[in-house]
């Protein structure tokens, strides 16, 4: 079983080697692990490659390959963990509350801030995000009801079937499931008394997916 600050370190190579391609550098290991020294971090590296996790490629100043990573993390650190995610479940963010988003007929698309609005922090932990009030009944049957709250996670592109923030004719702003059809976009309504609306992809583009409703109840 490796110690907290091994594991730590172990981690944060491999996850830095993944994202950059290369091997972190000293300054950017100690800041990770919380150590002071460059002889700290080159302790631990020793150690992890004693220990077979890491080793070191010929030639190559500092540059170091991972083998393999323990398949149990130090129960200090599942405990850290336990800690982080209790506090961010209990923590909020704020976000930007715009003006009223069509889940019937589009309405011009509200492009000032209004207000904020106080939301979970895991529900917003990465990316960039805005919330919306929903005004109509086209997705009630996926839940969405009139007067609430849509958290949109910012985006310029959808998978088939989510469910987005839809600019058309960069006035229009509405909430409907996103199909791309051959040479057509499709904005599907989740209500059988709405009709799907087809445009050409040049006539609309998405503004946002749907991350989570929030709703008061009277």
Same mark, same amino acid.
């Given at each position: 079983?490796? !110690?907290?600050?091994?594991?730590?370190?172990?981690?944060?190579?491999?996850?830095?080697?993944?994202?950059?391609?290369?091997? /972190? %550098?000293?300054?950017?290991?100690?800041?990770?692990? @919380?150590?002071? %020294?460059?002889? &700290?971090?080159?302790?631990?590296?020793?150690?992890?490659?004693?220990?077979?996790?890491?080793?070191?490629? /010929?030639?190559?100043?500092?540059?170091?390959?991972? $083998?393999?990573? /323990?398949?149990? =993390?130090? =129960?200090?650190?599942?405990?850290?963990?336990?800690?982080? =995610?209790?506090?961010?479940?209990?923590?909020?963010? *704020?976000?930007?509350?715009? @003006?009223?988003?069509?889940?019937?007929?589009?309405?011009?698309?509200?492009?000032?801030?209004?207000? !904020?609005? %106080?939301?979970?922090?895991?529900?917003?932990?990465?990316?960039?995000?805005?919330?919306? *009030?929903?005004?109509?009944? %086209?997705?009630?049957?996926? @839940?969405?009801?009139? &007067?609430?709250?849509?958290?949109?996670?910012?985006?310029?592109?959808?998978?088939?079937? *989510?469910?987005?923030?839809?600019?058309?004719?960069?006035?229009?702003?509405?909430?409907? $499931?996103? #199909?791309?059809?051959?040479? +057509?976009?499709?904005?599907?309504?989740?209500?059988?008394?709405? +009709?799907?609306?087809?445009?050409?992809?040049?006539?609309? #583009?998405?503004?946002?997916?749907?991350?989570?409703?929030?709703?008061?109840?009277?």
């Amino acid at each position: 079983m490796l !110690t907290p600050k091994q594991y730590k370190l172990l981690m944060f190579i491999d996850n830095t080697i993944k994202e950059k391609g290369c091997c /972190p %550098s000293y300054e950017e290991m100690k800041e990770a692990v @919380g150590i002071k %020294s460059k002889s &700290g971090i080159h302790a631990l590296i020793e150690e992890l490659i004693e220990r077979e996790f890491v080793r070191k490629i /010929p030639h190559k100043a500092r540059a170091l390959e991972v $083998v393999r990573i /323990p398949r149990f =993390k130090p =129960k200090d650190i599942i405990e850290e963990e336990k800690k982080i =995610k209790l506090a961010l479940q209990n923590s909020s963010a *704020q976000i930007p509350l715009y @003006g009223k988003i069509a889940a019937g007929t589009p309405i011009e698309a509200i492009a000032y801030e209004n207000d !904020t609005l %106080s939301v979970p922090f895991d529900m917003v932990e990465r990316g960039e995000f805005y919330a919306l *009030q929903v005004e109509g009944e %086209s997705m009630i049957e996926a @839940g969405i009801m009139d &007067g609430d709250i849509a958290v949109i996670k910012r985006s310029n592109v959808a998978e088939n079937g *989510q469910i987005v923030v839809a600019l058309v004719e960069e006035s229009e702003a509405t909430l409907k $499931v996103w #199909r791309k059809k051959k040479d +057509e976009i499709w904005l599907e309504p989740c209500n059988k008394d709405y +009709e799907t609306r087809k445009l050409h992809p040049s006539q609309v #583009r998405v503004q946002g997916i749907l991350r989570g409703i929030m709703r008061k109840y009277h």
